[in-house]
C-alpha cells in the first residue's frame, strides 16, 4: 500500500525542539520529491518546505527560515523535519506530503498525504 | 508569501451548484499553471480534487470542474451531494519551488 506515516510531535515549550519522521512506503521514495505542510488548529493549510530527491536543494517558507530543516534518508525511505525554536504559532498537525510528478516537473499538486503528526507549544 | 484569498464559506441545497473562488497576484496564480483544490473531512488528510486549474485525478467525480481567469481560480462544485460538505483550499505554486495554500472555504449543503 502506498502511504506515509508521520510520527515524532508531542507537546513542547516554547523555544523547544522537536524532530519529526514521515515513514514513506509503497513506492519509490528516492524518486520524489517530498514536502511538509501544517495547519494550525481550526485554521488552513500551510505549506513548510520542500527537498529535493537526493536531498541536495531544499525550500521552505520565510516564516521558518533559521528554525527548521527538512532531510531525508533514501535508505530508510524515510523524510524528517528538524524544528528548533518553536514558537507558540508554530503549534498545529504536520503533514508529510508528496508532489506529484510529470515527466517535465514535480510542481503540479500534492498526491499523497499523510494523516499528520500534532505538534502543540506551549509553556 | 500571503495566502491565497478564499471566501470563508459557501452553501447550496443538493443538486444544486456552489462555486469557490482563489484570488492571488501574477506572482502565483496568475503566472503559473500549477493551481490545485484539496477538499477536507474533519479531522482526514487533504485529498487533491483538481490540478493544473482544471485536471481532475482518476477517481474524482466530474462533478467537480476547475478554472482560472487572470489572478482568480475558481472550483465549481456541481450536482451537490451530502459528501460534498467539507473545507475547500485552493494551492498554487509561487516560484522558487515554494507553495502557497487558500484561506479556505466551508463548503456546506443546506
Known amino acids: 500500500e502506498v502511504q506515509l506515516v508521520e510520527s515524532g510531535g508531542g507537546l513542547v515549550q516554547p523555544g523547544g525542539s522537536l524532530r519529526l519522521s514521515c515513514a514513506a512506503s509503497g513506492f519509490t521514495f528516492r524518486r520524489y520529491w517530498m514536502s511538509w505542510v501544517r495547519q494550525a488548529p481550526g485554521k488552513g493549510l500551510e505549506w513548510v518546505a520542500n527537498?529535493?530527491?537526493?536531498?541536495?536543494?531544499?525550500y521552505d517558507v520565510d516564516s521558518v527560515k533559521g528554525r527548521f530543516t527538512i532531510s531525508r534518508d533514501n535508505a530508510k525511505n524515510s523524510l524528517y523535519l528538524q524544528v528548533t525554536s518553536l514558537r507558540v504559532e508554530d503549534t498545529g498537525l504536520y503533514y508529510c506530503a508528496r508532489p506529484y510528478c510529470t515527466d517535465s516537473d514535480c510542481l503540479s499538486h500534492f498526491d499523497l498525504w499523510g494523516q499528520g503528526t500534532l505538534v502543540m507549544v506551549s509553556s | 508569501q500571503s495566502a491565497l484569498t478564499q471566501p470563508p464559506s459557501a452553501s447550496g441545497s443538493p443538486g444544486q451548484s456552489v462555486t469557490i473562488s482563489c484570488t492571488g497576484t501574477s506572482s502565483d496564480v496568475g503566472g503559473y499553471k500549477y493551481v490545485s483544490w484539496y477538499q477536507q473531512h474533519p479531522g482526514k488528510a487533504p485529498k487533491v480534487m483538481i490540478y493544473?486549474?482544471?485536471k481532475r485525478p482518476s477517481g474524482v467525480p466530474d462533478r467537480f470542474t476547475g478554472s482560472k481567469s487572470g489572478n482568480t481560480a475558481s472550483l465549481t462544485v456541481s450536482g451537490l451531494q451530502a459528501e460534498d460538505e467539507a473545507d475547500y483550499y485552493c494551492?498554487?505554486?509561487?516560484?522558487?519551488?515554494?507553495?502557497?495554500f487558500g484561506t479556505g472555504t466551508k463548503v456546506t449543503v443546506l
Open positions: 493544473e486549474f482544471s
Open positions: 527537498i529535493k530527491p537526493d536531498g541536495s536543494e531544499k
Open positions: 494551492c498554487s505554486y509561487a516560484g522558487s519551488n515554494s507553495y502557497v
